[in-house]
């Protein structure tokens, strides 16, 4: 008899399922993992390159300037809200672009790096989601929605994207938060401690 599934899991098709936990099914996200990897990391090559990103952020510092802006009616503003717009505005009236740029390249070469590796994987993809959505929130539509849906698949997927990865070791000698692997469980055995607090919904 098959493993019984939770009412949360009943509510997915099996079918479905399978897709997002079997390891029979990581040569799909193996290829999801390396096209979005590979576009994180074109993108930070690019960048790393380009004193207008690494010397002074004059890149960000423009296209927060672009976005900012509210044409006249009927024409639409880039960005569709204005908190959105004032925390942009906060930052380049601090000038924050000088040393925010240099965090953007960093991050888009290490989701980039993570995704290709499979290293943290749901780490990863989560991160460069932030990103995407960061970006459509500043009106850059471009490929971001396209970008931004393939990460959060990839982040519901995380018990098998980083199969065919560094994640297949990693998971086994770190674990996860409710389920701490042989490096945690040794930690643990050293102090004392028992047993790995439950959290979730199975906690109790």
Known sequence: ???????????????????????????????????????????????????????????LKSFWERAIQVPAPPARPPIAYDWYRDFLQFMLEREWYTWFAKLVVVGELAVGIALILGAFTAIAAGTGAFMNLNFMLAGSASTNPVLFTLSILIVLAWRVAGYWGLDRLLLQVLGTPWEPGALPRKAMERVGIGRWPRLGPRAA
């Open 1 to 59: 008899m098959g493993e019984k599934r939770t009412a949360a899991q009943a509510m997915v098709p099996e079918g479905v399922a399978r897709v997002f936990t079997s390891p029979a099914f990581a040569w799909l996200w193996l290829v999801a993992r390396m096209y979005l990897g590979y576009q994180w990391l074109e993108s930070g090559l690019h960048k790393v390159s380009d004193p207008a990103w690494m010397s002074g952020g004059t890149a």
